[in-house]
Each structure stands twice: as C-alpha cells, then as structure tokens.
C-alpha cells in the first residue's frame, strides 16, 4: 500500500509538471525512478495484448500490461492536471520567478542523480550527454514555423509531440509552438473537434507512442549508459528554458493581436537576462533554488527506503 500511495504522489508530481512549459512529466519520472518501468509499460501495448484482450482474456491482459502501476500512476496525473495543475497555474502567473526557481533547482538536482545511473564515464555516455544538452539548448533558441495544416506535417507534429513528452527534458507543447502548430490544433482544432485536423495528429501521436517506447527501450537494453546519458543532456539543456529570470514573449496573430487560451497569452518564446542581486525577490529566488534541490534529495531518499 505504501508503495502505491508513493507511487501515486509520484505520478501527482508528473501531472504538475506539465503545467510548467519547459518540464516534461518525463523528467519527473526519471528522477522518481520510474521511468524505465513506465517506458516497459507502455511498451507492452503491442499485438499480444490485443489478442488477449479479444479473446475475453481480460486478467491476463490487465496483468500483462501492468495495469496497476499505469492505474495508480496515470490516476495521480490526471487529479494533479486537474487540482493541484490549477494551483500551480495561479502560482505561476502571480510567482513565475519562484515557480521557475523551484523547477530550475529541481532539474539541476535530478541532472545529477539521473546522471549517477551511467555505469561507466567513457567517450560513450559523455558524447550523448554533449549532443542531448546541445538539442535542448537548439530547440529553446529557434524561431516557430508558420502554420501547416498538411496531413503529413501533422502527423510528424503529432509523433513529434508524443516523442517530446516522453522524452526527459523535452515539453510537448513548447515543441509544437515552434513547430508552428499550436494554435491549430490545440486553440482551434480540439475545441472545435476539427477531425481533419485531429485524425493525423491523433494517428501520428499513436505511431509516436507504439514506437518511442520500443526504440527506448531497446536503447536502455542495449545501450543502457549512452541512452542515459542522451537524457542527460536533454534535461541538462532544458535548463535554459526553465532558467527562472527571463521575460516571455507572447504568440500573436497576423494582425499582431495576442493569441489567448483560456483567456491567457501563450508563450512562444523568452529573452533571458541575468539576475540583480541587489533585489531582494533574486535571493528569495535562491531559496525556492535550494528547495527544488532538497526536494530531489528526499524524492532520492524515499527511493532508497523502497528499495531497502
């Protein structure tokens, strides 16, 4: 019961996540030690599931997909989105330095822990790590295309944006503003249910989802230190982007109008700037830093006693 009450809280903590553009739920289950779970869960959605699940097999199937931890897990994500998503929302429009402050140490710790599962220090993990962080750096610096509502684009928008999402270090959302469809299908094709919009993005979402978490999972197989060390680097460079003194600028329409969800600016990009230290709000800043560390820690330490 502990352990899914853990696990739960784990998943709480993914679905908060998703709040912050820039962090990605699966930064979080990294450092939570569960990633590679997640990764064979989702894995484990092929042909043989399906054929349990047609022939009426339906423990089996539940057993085989390991229903009970994506049960527990996805439960806290979705009460987080919908509960604690929403406090987080209100924090980050009136607190943005704090919230960005406690996510920025947070990855900083969780770059080191993360790191710390790399067996061996070699040519082999240190070029991974080099290429994910320059990636993720590249990705927070580009300008977003114009809007494509081709069928094929689409469906590359949607393998990209489950790609991103699974992906340590990588933010959905931020990759589908730079790809210049955001508005498109999240502003106009979902709240209008625009099937000629959704079908390509929903398929290529599918097609993401059935083949990044084998390709993840091969790698970890495989290839175990230089895939943790690409994801490394992807939350290493997502650190630009969650970098908490910056100024947001805002996507707008063809008129120059900005473009609102939910009555809000979206953000479509940030021009940072270095803190001043004579402001009291910087080292209040340094504090939800240190907080974002020790939360990592313990996160690290609950780990350990499970494990004990």
Same mark, same amino acid.
């Given at each position: 019961?502990?352990?899914?009450?853990?696990?739960? %809280?784990?998943?709480?903590?993914?679905?908060?996540?998703?709040?912050?553009?820039?962090?990605?739920?699966?930064?979080?289950?990294?450092?939570?030690?569960?990633?590679?779970?997640?990764?064979?869960?989702?894995?484990?959605?092929?042909?043989?599931?399906?054929?349990?699940?047609?022939? %009426?097999?339906?423990?089996?199937?539940?057993?085989?997909?390991?229903?009970?931890?994506?049960?527990?897990?996805?439960?806290?994500?979705?009460?987080?989105?919908?509960?604690?998503?929403?406090?987080?929302?209100?924090?980050?429009? %009136?607190? *943005?330095?704090?919230?960005?402050?406690?996510?920025?140490?947070?990855?900083?710790?969780?770059?080191?822990? +993360?790191?710390?599962?790399?067996?061996?220090?070699?040519?082999?993990?240190?070029?991974?790590?080099?290429?994910?962080?320059?990636?993720?750096?590249?990705?927070?610096?580009?300008? *977003?295309?114009?809007?494509?509502?081709?069928?094929?684009?689409?469906?590359?928008?949607?393998?990209?944006?489950?790609?991103? $999402?699974?992906? *340590?270090?990588?933010?959905?959302?931020?990759?589908?503003?730079? $790809?210049?469809?955001?508005?498109?299908?999240?502003?106009?094709?979902?709240?209008?249910?625009?099937?000629?919009?959704?079908?390509?993005?929903?398929?290529?979402?599918? +097609?993401?989802?059935?083949?990044?978490?084998?390709?993840?999972?091969?790698?970890?197989?495989?290839?175990?230190?230089?895939?943790?060390?690409?994801?490394?680097? %992807?939350?290493?460079?997502?650190? +630009?982007?969650?970098?908490?003194?910056?100024?947001?600028?805002?996507?707008?329409?063809?008129?120059?109008?900005?473009?609102?969800?939910?009555?809000?600016?979206?953000?479509?990009?940030?021009?940072?700037?270095?803190?001043?230290?004579?402001?009291?709000?910087?080292?209040?800043?340094?504090?939800?830093?240190?907080?974002?560390?020790?939360?990592?820690?313990?996160?690290?330490?609950?780990?350990?006693?499970?494990?004990?």
């Amino acid at each position: 019961m502990i352990d899914k009450v853990l696990l739960f %809280f784990k998943g709480v903590a993914m679905g908060a996540a998703n709040v912050i553009p820039g962090v990605s739920g699966g930064t979080i289950a990294f450092i939570t030690n569960i990633y590679e779970e997640l990764i064979r869960s989702l894995k484990s959605f092929d042909l043989h599931a399906l054929k349990l699940l047609m022939s %009426f097999k339906f423990l089996a199937f539940l057993n085989y997909i390991n229903f009970r931890f994506l049960m527990v897990l996805f439960s806290g994500v979705f009460l987080s989105i919908i509960t604690l998503g929403k406090l987080l929302a209100f924090l980050f429009e %009136f607190y *943005p330095i704090y919230v960005w402050a406690f996510f920025f140490g947070l990855i900083i710790a969780s770059v080191y822990y +993360v790191g710390k599962n790399i067996d061996k220090w070699d040519v082999k993990s240190w070029l991974p790590l080099i290429a994910g962080s320059l990636i993720a750096i590249l990705i927070a610096y580009l300008n *977003p295309a114009n809007e494509n509502e081709n069928f094929f684009y689409l469906f590359i928008c949607g393998i990209v944006a489950m790609a991103s $999402m699974l992906l *340590p270090g990588l933010s959905g959302s931020f990759v589908l503003i730079l $790809m210049g469809n955001y508005q498109l299908i999240f502003l106009e094709a979902v709240p209008e249910f625009d099937l000629t919009i959704l079908i390509p993005v929903v398929l290529g979402s599918a +097609v993401g989802f059935i083949l990044l978490s084998r390709i993840i999972s091969f790698l970890l197989d495989r290839f175990r230190d230089s895939t943790i060390g690409l994801l490394t680097g %992807f939350i290493l460079g997502s650190l +630009v982007i969650i970098w908490p003194w910056k100024k947001a600028e805002y996507l707008v329409n063809e008129t120059g109008e900005y473009i609102l969800k939910n009555g809000k600016q979206i953000v479509e990009s940030y021009e940072w700037f270095s803190p001043d230290l004579a402001d009291p709000e910087t080292w209040f800043a340094a504090i939800f830093i240190l907080l974002g560390l020790i939360a990592v820690i313990l996160i690290e330490g609950t780990a350990k006693i499970q494990e004990g």
